[in-house]
C-alpha cells in the first residue's frame, strides 16, 4: 500500500532552521508531482510548497526565499527545507501526491495520497 511519512519537525527558535523529509513507499513516487501543506490549529490547510515530477518548483508567496523543495527519487523522498523560521510558520506540515499530474498545486483535492503530518514549532 502506498504511504507517506513526513518527520524532521520540531522546536526551533524564530530565525532557526528546520529539514522536513517525505518519506514514500509502497510504490515510485518519482513520477508525481507532489506537495507541500501546513495546517495550523483553527485554520485550513494552506498550500506551501510544490515540485512537479520535472523539476518546476512553486512556493507560497509567505515562505518564497526561505522555503526550499527537493527531491530524491532514488530514495523516494522528498524534502523541505525550512530557513529563517517564523513564529508564523507554526503548523503541522504534511506533504501529498498528485498521482494524475493535475496542475492544480495550490489545491488541495488534487492530492491523492497525504501524510500524517510533522509538528513544527517556533518561538518568538
Known amino acids: 500500500q502506498a504511504r507517506l511519512a513526513e518527520s524532521g519537525g520540531g522546536l526551533v527558535q524564530a530565525g532557526g532552521s528546520l529539514r522536513l523529509s517525505c518519506a514514500a513507499s509502497?510504490?515510485?513516487?518519482?513520477?508525481?508531482?507532489m506537495g507541500w501543506f501546513r495546517q495550523a490549529p483553527g485554520k485550513e490547510r494552506e498550500f506551501v510548497a510544490y515540485?512537479?515530477?520535472?523539476?518546476?518548483?512553486t512556493y507560497a508567496d509567505s515562505v518564497k526565499g526561505r522555503f526550499t523543495v527537493s527531491r530524491d527519487n532514488a530514495e523516494n523522498t522528498m524534502y523541505l527545507q525550512m530557513n529563517s523560521l517564523k513564529p508564523e510558520d507554526a503548523a503541522v506540515y504534511l506533504c501529498?501526491?498528485?498521482?494524475?499530474?493535475?496542475?492544480?498545486?495550490?489545491?488541495?483535492?488534487?492530492?491523492?495520497?497525504w501524510g500524517q503530518g510533522t509538528q513544527v514549532t517556533v518561538s518568538s
Open positions: 501529498a501526491a498528485d498521482s494524475k499530474r493535475r496542475g492544480r498545486p495550490l489545491d488541495p483535492r488534487a492530492y491523492d495520497y
Open positions: 509502497g510504490r515510485s513516487f518519482g513520477g508525481y508531482d
Open positions: 515540485r512537479k515530477w520535472s523539476g518546476l518548483t
